[in-house]
């Protein structure tokens, strides 16, 4: 048996792999316009961490027939907490000195992540991680609670294979592999493709989770044993390519290598610069990306797999060589902190996720996760890798007398006075009330002065509405005919017109608008009110903010409409999405066809006077609110 103590030494080339990875996530978080698969490199992220943990544990276990669970666990605690700590702790202090109002909300996300728990947290409370309009520092934490998950249970799996399945490596390999592609079957068996919307309007998208409905996708994509393929591949290639082996084999240098790992590289470019975001807003509302989870997943890995394999070959010479290099390496090793650090970063100068940065804001942005990365790793990280915590206990219990003791009491007062900070962070944290954000809020006031048209009631054979009211606790229901009641000025929008309702309302207007609403929708609503005969003398549409539009859905909105004296287009201001420019655009064209449509531009407006708008660029602050209703009613000649 080898009883070698070196049997695993530093591989920087796996370094210069983590680099790129944590870079492609951190261009995809600052504006996923610029490379839409960005995302991807998380998954770059699990396979190299099953390959190097289960090196790690075979080694341990060929060194001394056997695995340590505490010194694992004990490594693990000093190589993750001390930063994910500093972080955590960072944005509590940070929310309570300058946004007080999100704390409330934030003190699960604590609490989630400090457990390691904050994937499965997302999942079960329903908050997406796919939510553009909303602030949360800590949401990239769902990653580092898989791996931490994993390497909770991994170091068991390894310490009955180095008891029982020693000999049969080759085997526990193949079963490894095995199980990664049934995960990957059972990712693509279990995933709806089509519209996802509410559980009341797409139940199908939704699937009970221990008694509790969570939506498939958040699901899918956050959930620790969906997203394990990629670290058992990983396991499994660290099985089969054990740098200790492959050192003394005779494959010797080869081509192939270097060929194999490129082709992993350029697939994972590929993919990265190709694949769509996880989920996106199409004409017919918003769908997932069928593509990643039946098999682009699985690609990816088998992508990861094939460079890894040929980074850590001593046969390769480019490949290595080239993710060797000392920047890649520096970033590399700090690519932990580095993704720790820019989430917060980022969202805390843009407020929302879905917020794009500009290549000016990226710079600066990423410049200060870095220097925040590097202070946490010189002075935080490595220290407390190298035992410093230890040191500093053991010197703290030790007697000091005359010079020493001053200096000791100097520096218990220097801790108690930055722990000043904190305990107040954790305070205002503990006691926070939970609050809506002011878009939230926004919204969630103007709901009352909207109607449903099309889910108020049920319509019977002769046109009327059944609607139920509660009135003291009882439920009556009441008959309203229909016909002959025609709405003047209808207006059809999705939560920017929601915001603007009580004005619109105010001035007459009969608005009909939801959150996230699809295009489509507004067909559903123009054929509805078109058979019930209640069109009048204007419409108005608002929507897109969610959504893409195809011509075809606006013709076919035009066609109940054609006898509509006027139907007011009102384009979009989301300029985080590429489907901004694509609907203005079909907006724009519509007068060229119809004779009754007419364009209200509010992008212009919006563009003009970004003072009407939320800092999501997007939704419309109250004193925009009132421009926009103007702008509106000077529209349909109604000032």
Request: without cysteine.
């Amino acid at each position: 048996m080898n009883k070698r103590s070196d049997l695993l030494t530093y591989i920087p080339s796996l370094d210069g792999i983590r680099a790129l990875s944590v870079l492609a996530v951190i261009v995809y978080h600052a504006n996923k316009l610029w490379l839409p698969g960005g995302f991807l490199g998380v998954e770059v992220f699990f396979v190299i961490s099953g390959y190097l943990i289960t090196l790690l544990l075979l080694a341990e276990s060929e060194k001394n027939v056997t695995v340590s669970l505490k010194q694992f666990w004990l490594r693990r605690a000093r190589r993750l907490l001390p930063a994910l700590w500093v972080v955590v702790l960072g944005v509590v202090v940070f929310a309570a000195l300058f946004q007080r109002e999100i704390l409330g909300t934030l003190r699960g996300d604590v609490v989630a992540a400090l457990f390691y728990g904050f994937n499965w947290f997302q999942i079960w409370v329903g908050t997406s991680y796919f939510t553009s309009f909303e602030f949360v520092p800590l949401r990239h934490l769902w990653s580092l609670a898989v791996e931490e998950q994993f390497y909770l249970i991994w170091p068991i799996v390894m310490l009955v294979v180095a008891k029982f399945g020693k000999r049969r490596l080759p085997i526990v390999s193949a079963v490894f592999f095995a199980v990664a592609v049934l995960l990957s079957i059972y990712m693509a068996a279990v995933y709806q493709p089509g519209t996802i919307s509410t559980i009341a309007d797409t139940p199908e998208q939704f699937m009970g989770l221990f008694g509790q409905s969570v939506s498939r996708v958040d699901y899918l994509f956050l959930g620790t044993v969906t997203r394990s393929s990629g670290l058992l591949l990983g396991a499994a290639l660290a099985i089969w390519w054990r740098p200790w082996l492959l050192q003394n084999s005779r494959a010797g240098e080869s081509r192939l290598y270097d060929f194999v790992g490129f082709g992993g590289l350029v697939a994972l470019a590929l993919m990265m610069w190709r694949f769509h975001t996880v989920i996106e807003g199409t004409d017919g509302g918003t769908v997932g990306y069928d593509f990643l989870f039946r098999g682009g997943f699985f690609l990816t890995d088998i992508a990861s797999v094939a460079l890894i394999a040929a980074a850590v070959h001593p046969g390769s010479k480019v490949i290595a060589k080239s993710l060797s290099n000392p920047v890649l390496v520096w970033l590399g090793r700090r690519s932990y902190g580095f993704y720790l650090f820019h989430w917060p970063v980022f969202q805390f100068y843009r407020r929302f996720a879905g917020q794009g940065l500009t290549p000016y804001e990226f710079v600066v942005l990423v410049l200060l996760a870095l220097a925040l990365t590097e202070l946490s790793y010189r002075y935080i990280e490595t220290p407390v890798r190298q035992g410093a915590i230890s040191r500093w206990w053991r010197e703290f219990r030790e007697p000091t007398y005359g010079a020493q003791l001053v200096r000791r009491q100097r520096r218990i007062v220097l801790v108690a006075i930055g722990s000043l900070l904190p305990v107040f962070g954790v305070i205002s944290l503990a006691t926070a009330r939970v609050q809506l954000d002011e878009i939230t809020q926004n919204l969630s006031d103007n709901e009352s002065n909207t109607v449903d048209l099309l889910g108020s009631g049920q319509v019977t054979d002769t046109g009327a509405v059944i609607t139920a009211t509660t009135i003291a606790g009882q439920v009556v229901t009441a008959t309203t005919t229909l016909d002959g009641q025609v709405i003047d000025v209808l207006a059809i929008g999705d939560s920017v017109m929601l915001g603007a309702a009580n004005v619109l309302t105010e001035r007459g207007v009969t608005v009909d608008a939801v959150k996230s609403r699809p295009y489509r929708q507004a067909l559903e609503i123009a054929n509805f009110m078109k058979s019930v005969n209640r069109l009048g003398s204007v419409v108005i549409i608002h929507l897109g903010t969610n959504n893409t539009v195809d011509e075809k859905t606006l013709d076919e909105i035009m066609v109940p409409l054609r006898d509509v004296p006027l139907v007011l287009f009102v384009t979009v201001h989301v300029p985080s999405e590429v489907r901004q420019n694509t609907n203005n655009r079909r907006i724009n064209e519509l007068p060229a066809r119809y004779e009754n449509v007419k364009i209200l531009d509010w992008f212009a407006v919006a563009t003009a006077h970004p003072e009407y708008l939320y800092s999501d660029k997007t939704h419309i602050r109250p004193e925009g609110q009132k421009v926009y209703a103007d702008l509106m009613m000077q529209a349909i000649g109604r000032p």
